[in-house]
């Protein structure tokens, strides 16, 4: 079985809008939640988000182009430039068409329709020209294939909170099949408009103030935005070619719940994690980090706590584990790809990033938990948890590359 690796991460989230920055932000644990700026906040009961800020369209594409990219598709053409600069990569010859795009988004271009709605319903005006292209949810895998002249297989995969992780494990098996060889994946949201805060305060899960994952008094989740894309090749493409090499991506495990639609349950989480050691060849205890996916919602911390000790075992209690959802916001589609662009980052500077916001323990959440500062530790490999409503889970698993 081909072996797979990462050589090249962009991030673009609340706390930068590239990897340096998100690093600096997590490393000094520095939160990116504040008041939302994009519209005005009045009508709403959460009025915070984590908002990339200062982020300037012409800054990146000239204006005939940026006319046809809602924000969730910039974003993801952000990273995958990053990703692709810090890779070293270049798509020429017969790779630009031995090359995949994977992009996970949960909604799409939820900016455009939320703003073309408003025009119709409310203003009486007509929609946007390029609304349908700027709203269709592969519109960022697109944009990413076009930007870079890639012509190999490009979609994009939708599994709510859990697709980046199910769009990078879509893409490890197109990479271990022999299918391509080389794969751009992660994922990319922007969902912080009106309607869609609305829609979310009505679930009732919504924080007013901060987000605080596993923690006593913890109020619910705060939406974030942004994009994390990855270069992914075969071991064999990444040495001829003299890669440098972040991590090995050993295993993307997956399974369903096949319960409710939005309350977690303990066996499917559980059967992700156990599905991605087994199929890393791993033991529990060789996890030396998880980012869990810690919404800050009173039952999901506690089911996955649960889950992890079902898992783990003893090692439950010795393994770090932190959120950082509570730095860069619950970024739904994306939210696996900036939260295992982290977990790489972690793992590069031997520092496990802090769960913010904590105020003191909740016995229902009993984990060996990094909060309020970051911890230096190393981190041989880790395990990146994405857990998403209608019951479907994704687990990643990264080890640091020894040959």
């Known amino acids: 079985m081909r072996r797979v690796v990462i050589t090249g991460l962009g991030v673009v989230s609340a706390l930068g809008t590239n990897a340096a920055g998100n690093w600096d932000s997590l490393a000094a644990a520095r939160s990116?939640?504040?008041?939302?700026?994009?519209?005005?906040?009045?009508?709403?009961?959460a009025k915070v988000a984590a908002e990339v800020k200062g982020y300037?369209?012409?800054?990146?594409?000239?204006?005939?182009?940026?006319?046809?990219?809602?924000?969730?598709?910039?974003?993801?053409?952000?990273?995958?430039?990053e990703a692709v600069g810090h890779s070293g990569i270049a798509f020429d010859g017969q790779l630009k068409s031995r090359t995949a795009v994977v992009v996970g988004s949960g909604v799409g271009g939820i900016t455009t329709l939320d703003e073309n709605f408003e025009r119709l319903y409310k203003n009486g005006l007509r929609v946007h020209p390029f609304c349908i292209p700027r709203f269709m949810a592969n519109a960022g895998?697109?944009?990413?294939?076009?930007?870079?002249?890639?012509?190999?297989?490009?979609?994009?995969?939708?599994?709510?909170?859990?697709?980046?992780?199910?769009?990078?494990?879509?893409?490890?098996?197109?990479?271990?099949?022999?299918?391509?060889?080389?794969?751009?994946?992660?994922?990319?949201?922007?969902?912080?408009?009106?309607?869609?805060m609305k829609g979310w305060e009505a679930l009732r899960v919504m924080a007013p103030d901060?987000?605080?994952?596993?923690?006593?008094?913890?109020?619910g989740m705060v939406l974030g935005e942004g994009a994390g894309i990855f270069v992914l090749e075969t071991l064999e493409h990444a040495k001829a070619r003299g890669a440098a090499i972040l991590a090995e991506l050993m295993a993307v495990g997956m399974s369903s719940d096949a319960g409710d639609?939005?309350?977690?349950?303990?066996?499917?989480?559980?059967?992700?994690?156990?599905?991605?050691?087994?199929?890393a060849a791993m033991a529990p205890e060789?996890?030396?980090?998880?980012?869990?996916h810690g919404t800050g919602t009173i039952a999901n911390d506690a089911t996955e706590t649960k889950a992890i000790h079902a898992v783990f075992g003893g090692h439950a209690r010795a393994v770090p584990v932190s959120s950082t959802k509570s730095a860069h916001g619950h970024g739904l589609g994306a939210a696996g790809a900036i939260e295992l662009a982290a977990t790489l980052l972690a793992m590069k500077h031997g520092v496990v990033p802090a769960t913010l916001n904590y105020v003191e323990p909740d016995p229902a959440c009993d984990l060996n938990l990094v909060v309020n500062q970051p911890r230096e530790a190393r981190i041989d490999a880790a395990m990146?948890?994405?857990?998403?409503?209608g019951g479907l889970n994704a687990v990643v698993i990264v080890r640091r590359f020894a040959g």
């Open 261 to 279: 639609l939005t309350l977690p349950n303990l066996e499917g989480p559980t059967a992700a994690m156990r599905a991605a050691l087994a199929e």
């Open 141 to 196: 895998a697109s944009h990413v294939s076009m930007a870079l002249g890639i012509t190999g297989p490009s979609f994009t995969v939708a599994s709510a909170c859990a697709s980046a992780n199910h769009a990078l494990g879509v893409a490890l098996q197109m990479l271990r099949a022999g299918a391509v060889d080389v794969a751009l994946s992660g994922g990319s949201e922007a969902t912080i408009t009106f309607g869609t």
């Open 210 to 219: 901060a987000c605080r994952p596993f923690s006593a008094g913890r109020r």
């Open 286 to 292: 060789a996890i030396d980090y998880i980012n869990a």
């Open 32 to 45: 990116g939640i504040a008041p939302i700026t994009l519209f005005p906040n009045d009508a709403l009961t």
């Open 56 to 81: 300037n369209t012409l800054d990146h594409f000239p204006e005939k182009q940026s006319a046809f990219m809602d924000r969730f598709a910039q974003f993801a053409v952000v990273a995958a430039r």
């Open 384 to 389: 990146s948890n994405s857990f998403a409503f």
